[in-house]
Antibody
Framework: QVQLVQSGAEVKKPGASVKVSCKAS????????MHWVRQAPGQGLEWMGI????????TYSQKFQDRVTMTRDTSTSTVYMELSSLRSEDTAIYYC??????????WGQGTLVTVSS | DIQMTQSPSSLSASVGDRVTITCRAS??????LNWYQQKPGKAPKLLIY???SLQSGVPSRFSGSGSGTDFTLTISSLQPEDFATYFC?????????FGQGTKLEIK
């Protein structure tokens, strides 16, 4: 069965970077696009970007363009999302999600990133 | 960016009620509109894709309609497990944007 298992919660100081992983299993890793979506506490959902695991190409939301990097490791079927220059407003749950808005949609369990001095 | 506006923001209803949530896009998005259900502490769950297609495993009491800029999610007869927050999302172009959510509560 399809599973997306994300790395554990992180606590970071303002200005630091965080790298969240999402390990995929149960399907052909390179066949499905992966998105990252975040949700601040008690707030709505915010799309951050998309990665094509086959070639590694990415499209980022303009909001995060200069701070986010999405990569993948095909040998371990893992995608990564790194966010730099963290500020308190980046405190959120970060989700990886396969094929957003399509029949093959699956979500990771979420990773809480807390930014606090 | 395409703005997605849901209404209402919150809604109180009873088991057995018929409920409709609306979503409006700031520009035409054809039928590239998806609906998600989210329960506290859980990841969102896809209910409807491309405006009216029911995701596998989702009960048939959920339905979606609309095209262009105006869309609706209807729950024909509310069940206890349907009390949750619902989000619409456009996948017409990037950045893929979400509505602000509709919290469905028990009356």
């Amino acid at each position: 069965q399809v599973q997306l298992v994300q790395s554990g919660a992180e606590v970071k100081k303002p200005g630091a970077s965080v790298k969240v992983s999402c390990k995929a299993s149960g399907y052909t890793f390179t066949s499905y696009y992966m998105h990252w979506v975040r949700q601040a506490p008690g707030q709505g959902l915010e799309w951050m970007g998309i990665l094509n695991p086959s070639g590694g190409s990415t499209t980022y939301s303009q909001k995060f363009q200069d701070r986010v990097t999405m990569t993948r490791d095909t040998s371990t079927s893992t995608v990564y999302m790194e966010l730099s220059s963290l500020r308190s407003e980046d405190t959120a749950i970060y989700y990886c999600t396969r094929e957003l808005g399509a029949p093959g949609n699956y979500w990771g369990q979420g990773t809480l990133v807390t930014v606090s001095s | 960016d395409i703005q997605m506006t849901q209404s209402p923001s919150s809604l109180s209803a009873s088991v057995g009620d018929r409920v409709t949530i609306t979503c409006r896009a700031s520009q035409t998005i054809s039928n590239y509109l998806n609906w998600y259900q989210q329960k506290p502490g859980k990841a969102p769950k896809l209910l409807i894709y491309t405006a009216s297609s029911l995701q596998s495993g989702v009960p048939s009491r959920f339905s979606g309609s609309g095209s262009g800029t105006d869309f609706t999610l209807t729950i024909s007869s509310l069940q206890p497990e349907d009390f949750a927050t619902y989000f619409c999302q456009q996948s017409y172009n990037t950045p893929y944007t979400f509505g602000q959510g509709t919290k469905l509560e028990i009356k």
